[in-house]
């Protein structure tokens, strides 16, 4: 079945650090990739998203690329602030089906 | 805009009271979702509504009854509910059913004692 696969966490890095968090999915077809951010006490916020293969989502200094020959969605900022500390999802929604595969969620504290 | 707006924000309530969570979203979305969400866990769907009718029930106990009194509103009503429900609630609109992007609200806490 579809699944999303993300680091485990959490994740500490200093102010101005390169972030990575890795994210890899098993589905079948051509499913749309997401990642959602959710800062403490609140929802879930759209991020960035893909919808095909090579597609970059970016948005706020974020960006991923969706790769289907690695089957992954890695997400990458160049410079972290500590107001990125927050939990990140890897999400991904095949067409044709209304439902969305989360991942676990990839606490980030960004330490200044 | 892409906003979804739920109330109440925080819900204390007995194991005996009968309380309902509501969610709103005037984007035109046709599709509308209830998902719980327990501590350091990503959101577990709960209910599917495509145009106004429950089109997913992932197998929610029967004290979470849902209703979508028009296309902009959700209601989750809540019943004899058990301490073990105490988690996030969210709600979340798409565009058109089995279309790809969805919108979250803010969510409501609630604490079942």
């Known amino acids: 079945g579809d699944s999303v696969t993300q680091m485990e966490g959490p994740v500490t890095l200093s102010e101005e650090a390169f972030l990575t968090i890795n994210c890899t999915y098993t589905a079948t077809g051509y499913p749309s990739l997401f990642w959602y951010v959710q800062y403490p006490g609140e929802g879930l916020q759209l991020l960035l998203k893909a919808t095909k293969a090579d597609d970059k989502g970016s948005n706020k200094g974020f960006e991923a690329t969706y790769r289907k020959e690695t089957t992954s969605f890695h997400l990458e900022k160049g410079s972290v602030q500590v107001s990125d500390s927050a939990v990140y999802f890897c999400a991904l929604n095949r067409p044709n089906f209304n439902k969305f595969y989360f991942g676990s969620g990839t606490k980030l504290n960004v330490k200044p | 805009d892409t906003e979804v707006t739920q109330t109440p924000k925080h819900l204390v309530m007995g194991m005996t009271n009968k309380k309902s969570l509501k969610c709103e979203q005037h984007m035109g979305h046709r599709a509308m979702y209830w998902y719980k969400q327990k501590a350091k866990k990503p959101p577990e769907l709960m209910f599917v509504?495509?145009?106004?009718?429950?089109?997913i029930n992932e197998s929610v106990p029967s004290r979470f009854s849902p209703e979508c009194p028009n296309s902009s509103l959700l209601n989750l009503h809540l019943h004899a509910l058990q301490p073990e429900d105490s988690a996030l609630y969210l709600c979340?609109?798409?565009?058109?059913?089995?279309?790809?992007?969805?919108?979250f609200g803010p969510g409501t806490r609630l604490t079942v004692l």
């Open positions: 979340a609109s798409s565009q058109r059913p089995q279309t790809d992007t969805q919108y």
């Open positions: 509504y495509s145009y106004e009718k429950l089109s």
